[in-house]
């Protein structure tokens, strides 16, 4: 797995399989939420697969999908809530890890400066400059 850190309590990721939920566990995650369209790709596990995987480990799942670099509004929120709504570390995947931080970017859960949540993303290994006109 190729876990990214953004901060205390909060990671991104590349799509992860089944088996990855017992290691997340170990790892001390509370909380998997996943920002991919099921069917978005041929071999991909669907989110019931993968919520019965972290429910099988102990850590809840939630499922917001996104997809076309399309982040509406409601789902900007929805990740929001879910982010401020967990006690304890959460790692959020899709494809690659961007979609999963371009939206903890405009979501803002920590309440930072927008240049701060951009050093975040670049730190992790994703350029959102992009966002920067979108970011108050």
Known sequence: MDIRPISQGFAVAPQIQPADFAALAKQGFVAVLCNRP?????GQ???GEMR???????I???HIPVSG??????AVAAFRAVRRG?????????????????????????DIPPAERLKRAS???Y??????????
């Open 38 to 42: 099921d069917g978005e790709e041929d």
């Open 45 to 47: 596990p669907n989110a």
């Open 52 to 58: 019965e995987a972290a429910h099988a480990n102990g």
């Open 60 to 62: 809840a799942f939630h």
């Open 69 to 74: 670099g399309q982040f509406p509004e409601a």
């Open 86 to 110: 967990t006690d304890g570390p959460m790692l959020a995947y899709c494809r690659t890890g961007t979609r999963s931080i371009t939206l903890d970017t405009l979501a803002d859960p920590d």
């Open 123 to 125: 730190d992790a290994g």
């Open 127 to 136: 350029d959102l400059t992009d966002l920067s006109d979108r970011l108050t």
